[in-house]
């Protein structure tokens, strides 16, 4: 069964990473074994200490304007293995384990299942 | 050496995804072998079609408001080797051959080198 893991953050670096205008950061998830990109989605504050809170990774839904703790609907839930931020402290990496079918509402295992281009040249 | 790959990509379908107010859209540099998430950063329209030209990686930069084709001023530059667009079409993520130190302007290899907490527990 898989689990997550709860990582304390103080609300002072909570606070000290850079959101943009609406109050959002950009949470990259990635599968901690396969390592594919699995999906990027928004959190807020709020979302971001319920993720370290719970262990589970709970985004921001821009469209819907609610929290939204992934698989709760879809039972493909995301645990949280470790988390890091960038350089600027602007954007959000997790490495997750992916319950179920996969990352993607489509049903695809990573939201990245398209590939651009099909006569991809060799170049310098 | 480390080479790039062209992508023919129609005009049409790199204006078919979805860019925010500012005409931008986020993509995800992952190394194409350790497959590291190196950065994110934004690409707009004209930056993205040079980098599928040019196989190499063009972002937007925000602080300065000018094309950015990575490496030209630290010499580490990205090269492209496959690239993908989201189910949403709003997420770019591309698979690169990163060239010198790394894709970090502070040195690291990759920009998420900071990992929140020290005294991760296992939860359910």
């Known amino acids: 069964m898989p689990t997550g893991v709860r990582i304390d953050v103080s609300p ?17 998830a990635q ?3 396969t390592r594919d990109v699995l999906m990027m ?22 469209s819907r304007q609610e929290l939204w703790r992934k698989g709760d609907t879809s039972g493909d ?10 350089c600027d402290a602007d954007t959000l990496l997790f490495l997750v384990e992916q319950e179920g079918d996969g990352a993607c509402h489509t049903g695809a295992r990573s939201c990245f299942f398209r590939q651009f281009g099909t006569d991809a040249v060799e170049t310098v």
Chains 1, 2 share one sequence.
């Open 41 to 62: 989605a928004w959190m807020n504050a709020e979302s971001l200490r319920m993720t370290f809170d719970q262990g589970r990774m709970v985004y921001w839904s821009r």
């Open 31 to 33: 599968d901690h074994e």
């Open 77 to 86: 839930r995301q645990f949280v293995r470790e988390a890091y931020f960038d």
């Open 12 to 28: 002072e670096q909570i606070e000290a990473l850079t959101y943009n205008l609406e109050g959002l950061i950009p949470a990259i």
